[in-house]
């Protein structure tokens, strides 16, 4: 059974950072994608990201590229979400979810996922 765990969040000012960690077993041997979502409040649920175990190939929305970056580990059991220059509207809980594909991650209204979702990390951005 797979499941993730998402941690790193917490409140920063507009411009700071913060660099989500995604523990992922299991990554390259049993999935080849790992995506970050977020949902904001009274919003759903988005893809916004997701790196290839194949690659290393990491892919961005358009409203967080340039802003974002992505990587994993040597192991392959933690990838990272460094967000940079964030932005009151980048307030959400953000989580990561395993999937066959990027794209299944980032070009199917609802991606299928391996496992099932975690309790994801708040992010808050605010002044």
């Known amino acids: 059974q797979v499941q993730l765990v998402e941690s790193g969040g917490g409140l920063v000012q507009p411009g700071g950072s913060l660099r989500l960690s995604c523990a992922a077993p299991?990554?390259?041997?049993?999935?080849?994608?790992i995506g970050w979502f977020r949902q904001a409040p009274g919003k759903e649920r988005k893809a916004i990201s997701c790196i290839s175990s194949i690659d290393s190939s990491t892919f961005f929305v358009e409203s967080v590229k340039g802003r974002f970056s992505g990587s994993m580990n040597d192991a392959k059991n933690t990838v990272y979400l460094q967000m940079d220059s964030l932005k009151p509207e980048d307030t959400a809980v953000y989580y990561c979810a395993a999937s066959t594909t990027c794209d299944e991650v980032l070009r199917t209204a609802n991606p299928r996922i391996y496992g099932f979702w975690g309790q994801g990390t708040q992010v808050t951005v605010s002044s």
């Open positions: 299991g990554f390259s041997k049993d999935y080849e994608a």
